[in-house]
């Protein structure tokens, strides 16, 4: 049975791959003349270059708001003369970047690959089984010797990217260093220090510092004009609070896990009480106004403005000319005396980070591309560009240049800024966003670290579409509401509605499909 549905999906992907091959433009190739035929232009399965006569590929990715072009980057520049590929990337900015993606694979304008493009498993099996993304497993074992070294060395990395039928459609950024998988509690010290504060221990004596970051004038500037706690837009700062009211976020997900038991806890009395204490700030003012509406620019440079109090981010980057002020602090203890860093991502950290259309010409050379970034010096290249001019290796680790140290030059010679790029990020390549501040945040956390962090599950095709169907109006009813909870649009009357409503939108049918996917990962 196994090997008839192998055959059946091979045929519908070659007879998907002709259509979409059809259909499709490339992303704007057609004015370029036909590619060479890959069987007289051999890959080199390893040493470089990659092919001997130059290629071109065309790649759909994400770019940060702090990020300069990548065809400027010296990681390309580089890597282009040494590879013989040559790369076209399609820039989306940060803002819009999934409605950009979502209309990609809709409209059937593929690129040759997705790159740093933040695939979801669901979005990897739907377009994987349509045959729009093709599979990769045997690329991997013939022609990416580094990544393959990293799944035998973490074998949940392969758990996590390998779908029921035994087939993977993206990569992920692969983390090996604890402190690039979490967001740290930053606080101004400056402040509390110039307000004889402590730091705060429980959620009750957080809520005193930001009442008295907002009244007591800790910028000595004699305006209101403090912001006491901020966060990324859209539920971050549920994310970043869940762990004190004993909510975990386990399988990618909103997920406790106890005792083997999978518990969706969106419409739990513990998440009500989350809720009501995120209202009380953002009713009182010590909640960032604009936390449902800023963009990612504005956040980052909410950081570096000094007029924050407590805020949320992996590393010291985005204010490094005042870090100083700040230090990381542990999570606070909730009502229930829960703390947990709840916010901890796995080792595959930035699933779906890159992946192959069934319009690229050349995936033997596109895999043998990406590999590289999987090796201590492939993620040098791609974090730090060229030694001598971009950094300089003290005791075999690479750091930058006072002048591609700040957090204006560095973004412009490397696309790790802004996360998400496909890439191995071990403690070799890590000085600059694990210097000694960053680490001894991440102490501040550890004690408090899950000790497993399940990655969100590759279900199969039909599952994965039936966990679709079902988180897509979940996810977007819950978000909406729980903004409207918060921002005080929505009364604590109405929850009892608010579960009814969950109910009726079956979120046990998806906590049964998780605890499924979960068992199964427990064999």
């Not at 704007?28 to 060479?36: I, V, Y």
């Not at 990715?61 to 013989?84: C, L, W």
């Amino acid at each position: 049975m196994r090997k008839h549905w192998k055959r059946s999906a091979l045929s519908m992907m070659i007879i998907a791959g002709l259509v979409l091959g059809g259909c499709s433009s490339g992303a704007g190739k057609s004015n370029e003349p036909a590619p060479q035929a890959a069987a007289s232009n051999e890959v080199s399965k390893d040493g470089f270059p990659i092919v001997r006569e130059p290629i071109q590929l065309t790649m759909f990715t994400r770019i940060a708001p702090v990020n300069g072009p990548f065809k400027d980057m010296p990681v390309f520049q580089d890597y282009e003369k040494m590879s013989h590929v040559q790369v076209k990337f399609i820039e989306a900015p940060t803002d819009g970047f999934q409605e950009k993606k979502n209309l990609l694979f809709a409209s059937n304008e593929l690129p040759d690959a997705l790159y740093r493009s933040g695939l979801t498993p669901l979005e990897a099996v739907r377009y994987g089984a349509g045959g729009q993304l093709i599979p990769l497993e045997n690329l991997l074992a013939e022609y990416a010797p580094n990544l393959t070294k990293l799944m035998e060395q973490y074998p949940e990395i392969r758990a996590a990217i390998t779908t029921p039928e035994g087939h993977v459609y993206a990569v992920p950024g692969i983390v090996t260093l604890a402190a690039a998988r979490t967001d740290k509690k930053w606080i101004n010290k400056a402040w509390l220090e110039k307000l004889n504060l402590k730091v705060p221990e429980t959620t009750d004596e957080l809520y005193d510092v930001l009442a008295a970051f907002r009244d007591q004038d800790p910028n000595g500037n004699g305006q209101k004009d403090e912001i006491p706690l901020t966060a990324r837009v859209g539920l971050h700062i549920v994310t970043m609070m869940s762990g004190s009211f004993g909510l975990d976020q386990q399988l990618g997900y909103n997920i406790n896990i106890v005792d083997g038991k999978v518990k969706i806890w969106m419409g739990s009395d513990r998440n009500k009480e989350m809720l009501m204490y995120l209202n009380k700030l953002y009713q009182e003012k010590l909640l960032d106004p604009e936390v449902f509406s800023h963009t990612e620019a504005q956040y980052l440079a909410k950081q570096g403005s000094g007029k924050t109090g407590v805020f949320f981010d992996q590393t010291n980057n985005n204010f490094l000319p005042i870090a100083d002020q700040y230090e990381g602090i542990a999570p606070p203890a909730g009502p229930h005396g829960d703390r947990l860093q709840a916010q901890a991502l796995p080792v595959p950290r930035d699933f779906g980070a890159f992946a192959i259309t069934s319009v690229n010409k050349y995936p033997e050379a596109t895999m043998r591309w990406i590999d590289y970034f999987f090796s201590d010096e492939g993620a040098t290249l791609l974090r730090f560009g060229r030694e001598g001019e971009h950094y300089e290796l003290k005791d075999g680790i690479p750091y930058y240049k006072p002048e591609y140290s700040t957090s204006e030059t560095q973004p412009k010679i490397t696309p790790y800024a802004g996360g998400g790029a496909p890439h191995l990020i071990s403690e070799k390549v890590a000085s600059y966003i694990n210097p000694p501040q960053v680490q001894e945040a991440q102490q501040q956390l550890d004690p408090y670290m899950p000790q497993v962090r399940y990655a969100a599950p590759m279900f199969d095709e039909q599952t994965a579409q039936e966990v679709n169907i079902l988180r897509t109006d979940i996810d977007k009813y819950y978000e909406e509401q729980s903004t409207k909870f918060i921002a005080g649009a929505l009364s604590f009357d109405k929850w009892d509605e608010f579960q009814s409503t969950l109910k009726k939108m079956k979120l046990d049918e998806l906590e049964k499909l998780y605890q499924e996917a979960y068992d199964k990962m427990q064999h």
